[in-house]
């Protein structure tokens, strides 16, 4: 793992999008500018940035998880104004760039939009059909159980009368209402 961090990204492979931005400083003073030149690198999961390409540690970086990106005009009065966009995740820190042209700006938007997607899209996904079998496996000594809960799944075929099957279930002490 240190090596990895004495590596530039460059060299680690599944980068998605790299280039140069301005990125508003988030403490900036008489001495040093509100927004500063970085080479930014985009993976899988995280963003760099960087004094400039040839850098090999970082000037910091995050997880983009949990974060949204959008096109921020706001950021600047100047003519770069459309050149904007911030990434955002309620929390946490905002950050603030600068692109080299408004279509620069929308494609960066766009990859992390797309990014954030895909991750929040690695949940396994729901099966009916194994959430019934694990209940069935969990409630297989009561065959009377089991039957009347895979009634009311089934509740939503159209125009069947079902009036034969109490979709409620009888608790031990009550007696079932008659019909």
């Known amino acids: 793992l ?3 961090a004495l590596k530039p990204v460059q060299d680690t492979g599944n980068i998605l999008k790299q280039g ?12 040093s500018s509100e927004w ?8 899988r999961r995280t963003f760099y940035y960087y004094a400039n390409e040839k850098s090999k540690q970082p000037k910091g970086n995050f997880s983009i998880e949990h ?10 009065k100047d003519s770069r104004k459309r ?3 911030e990434l955002i995740c309620p929390g946490k820190r905002t950050y603030e760039f600068t692109a080299p042209s408004p279509a620069e700006a929308e494609d960066w938007v766009d990859q992390i939009q797309f990014l954030l997607k895909d991750l929040s ?6 099966d009916e059909e194994d959430d019934e ?12 159980n089991t039957t009347s809960h895979n009634t009311t799944l089934n509740q939503d075929e159209p125009n069947v009368e079902r009036e034969e099957d109490d979709i409620y279930e009888v608790l031990p002490g009550e007696q079932p209402k008659p019909e």
């Open 67 to 76: 974060y949204s990106a959008r096109l921020a005009f706001h950021l600047r």
């Open 133 to 144: 079998e694990l209940y069935n496996d969990v409630d297989s000594s009561d065959s009377v």
């Open 2 to 4: 240190e090596e990895f």
């Open 20 to 31: 140069y931005l301005e990125k508003r400083s988030r403490e900036h003073s008489f001495f």
């Open 121 to 126: 899209s690695l949940t396994i996904p729901y």
């Open 83 to 85: 050149c904007c966009f």
């Open 36 to 43: 500063q030149k970085r080479w930014c690198v985009l993976n």
